[in-house]
T-cell receptor, first 113, second 114 residues
Framework: DTGVSQNPRHKITKRGQNVTFRCDPISEHNRLYWYRQTLGQGPEFLTYFQNEAQLEKSRLLSDRFSAERPKGSFSTLEIQRTEQGDSAMYLC???????????FGSGTRLTVV | KQEVTQIPAALSVPEGENLVLNCSFTDSAIYNLQWFRQDPGKGLTSLLLIQSSQREQTSGRLNASLDKSSGRSTLYIAASQPGDSATYLCAVSWGDNQGGKLIFGQGTELSVKP
C-alpha cells in the first residue's frame, strides 16, 4: 500500500462550475477525513467517515459541498457552483487504529478563476 | 473551545543551530498530539505522534515533548540543515468522542540558512 492517494493534484475551474475530488485511503483504515487549507493557515476539518457512514460535518461545509464514501473505500468531495472563496488545498487523511495517528495525502489544489 | 496555537509563525536560523518550535492547546484532556511537516504546495508528512500517556517521542534529530498539565508541546530539532526548511504543524486530537478529528495550529514556517 503506497499511502493515501488524492486526484487530481491540481484543478483550475471557472466560477460557477462543479468540481469533484477523489481520495483513496490506506486500504485497512476505516476512518477518512477531509480538511481544507488556505494559504498561511493550518488545515481546517470539513467532514469525516467511519467506513461508509458520514458521522460529522463542519459548519464550513456549506450546502454546495457534498462528500461520499460508497462501500467504505474511496471518497469523493464535490463542490457545486464554485466560488473564488473555495480556492484552497483540499487534504484527505485516513486512520485505522488511533494509536498510529493519521496519514495524509498530497492534497488537491483548487483554483477558482 | 478547543484551540491549538503555534508560536512563532516564522523562524529563520543559521545551519547547525538547535531550535525549538512551540505548540500550546486549550483543554488538557487530549487523546494524542501529532507533529507534521509540510513543504510548499505539498501534503502533510507525519513526523512524531505522542499519546496522552507519553512525555516525549524521538526520531533521529527530532524530539517532541508533551506537558498536558500546562497545555504545551515542543518540537526540538537538533543540528538544523537547509533541508529542514518547511512549515511545521502541530495537531491535537481530543479523542473519538470528538470524532477523532485533528485541530491544527497555524504552523511555524522554518527557514534554515546555509
Amino acid at each position: 500500500d503506497t499511502g493515501v492517494s488524492q486526484n487530481p493534484r491540481h484543478k483550475i475551474t471557472k466560477r460557477g462550475q462543479n468540481v469533484t475530488f477523489r481520495c483513496d485511503p490506506i486500504s485497512e483504515h476505516n476512518r477518512l477525513y477531509w480538511y481544507r487549507q488556505t494559504l498561511g493557515q493550518g488545515p481546517e476539518f470539513l467532514t469525516y467517515f467511519q467506513n461508509e457512514a458520514q458521522l460529522e460535518k463542519s459548519r464550513l461545509l456549506s450546502d454546495r459541498f457534498s462528500a461520499e464514501r460508497p462501500k467504505g473505500s474511496f471518497s469523493t468531495l464535490e463542490i457545486q457552483r464554485t466560488e473564488q472563496g473555495d480556492s484552497a488545498m483540499y487534504l484527505c487523511a485516513s486512520r485505522g487504529d488511533p494509536t498510529y495517528g493519521y496519514t495524509f495525502g498530497s492534497g488537491t489544489r483548487l483554483t477558482v478563476v | 473551545k478547543q484551540e491549538v496555537t503555534q508560536i512563532p509563525a516564522a523562524l529563520s536560523v543559521p545551519e547547525g543551530e538547535n531550535l525549538v518550535l512551540n505548540c500550546s492547546f486549550t483543554d488538557s484532556a487530549i487523546y494524542n498530539l501529532q507533529w507534521f511537516r509540510q513543504d510548499p504546495g505539498k501534503g502533510l508528512t507525519s513526523l512524531l505522534l505522542i499519546q496522552s500517556s507519553q512525555r516525549e517521542q524521538t526520531s533521529g534529530r527530532l524530539n517532541a515533548s508533551l506537558d498536558k498539565s500546562s497545555g504545551r508541546s515542543t518540537l526540538y530539532i537538533a543540528a538544523s540543515q537547509p533541508g529542514d526548511s518547511a512549515t511545521y504543524l502541530c495537531a491535537v486530537s481530543w479523542g473519538d468522542n470528538q470524532g477523532g478529528k485533528l485541530i491544527f495550529g497555524q504552523g511555524t514556517e522554518l527557514s534554515v540558512k546555509p
